[in-house]
């Protein structure tokens, strides 16, 4: 039988090392892809995933099961470094594309490694609030309720703040779109 | 752009993160951090018996140094014709009140929790003792090998059920 992440934790607590190293092994990947997605360095996220599962070493007496899941605890945890560090950025997020209109069909371009780039790129560009949001719920599959318990908000707030977010992605990519057909933007947007 | 376009964007974008996981060196460094801790944790348990004795011997020994000279000078005044007085050295004659000596200053680490699980804190008591300078090491301070075997001061807080929950270390300036 598998052993559960809290039963994980709850072992790597008392000083087994094995209960530890797979409870990284298993979740280190989401933990290292969320800073990656919210931070677009490598660098952040190696440091943030190894500040992550530090904390957990130290602090993680602190979970509580009835509050969400191990992974939601060190989400919580990434977050939090993640927010620190992108509060220390000079500059803040570059907005890297115009709204202008274009065409429905960016699909079909996604299949080119450039255009997943561009997504990438307009993800980052979203304001950490809804980014976050985004990273979790459609880049890292979480539930609603995992994602709330990670960023400590009512389900709710996580529904708006990720239909908001689609929202500006999709007017983001639709800029995008239009910038790589050459497609001219009616100035009256 | 439809918003199960977007959906779709994004998820080409998860995809193509999937495989993408942090490095090895993050993996070894943390386990070492884990191993540095709980082999700590370890050095402590035993160690708690001979902190508790240090404590007792450093208090024992500690105190009657402070002020001995005092003790063999009121004795000395008081009793000039015992024969103890008699044959007592003559005390070292203390230093005339001169400029003031600064107190040194105390400088203190953080406190270094020694129990993963402790039970509520109710109330405790601070020890300050001499531990070896390989102490410093087990909770992940550098020191010198070659300093291994020096003594230094620590205040180990010790909480109401006995058992030792943090440690501290000390060192003069």
Redesign the interface.
Known sequence: MIPTDAALLEQALTGAEDAFTALYRRRQGGVYRFALQMTGSTAIAEDVTQEAFLALLLHGTRYDEARGTVASFLYGIARNLVMRRLQRRPGGDVEITEECAGPEDLLEDLTRRESIEQVRQAVLSLPPVFREVVVLCDLQDSSYDEAAAALDCPVGTVRSRLSRGRAMLARKLRGVACAGRSIECPKSL | ???E??????????D???G????E???T???A???R??AG?KLKVIALAGLAAAAGITMFFALPREHPQPVVRAATKQQPSTVAAAHAPEPTPVRAAGPKRQKPREIVTEFF?LM??APPFERGELLRVMVPASAMREVGLPVNEDRLGDRVYADVLVGQEGLARAIRFVSYR
């Open positions: 752009m439809s918003e376009s977007v959906i779709a964007a994004l998820r080409a974008l998860a193509q993160d999937c993408r996981e942090a490095p060196e993050v993996e460094l943390l386990l951090a884990f191993r801790r709980h944790k929790p993963d699980v």
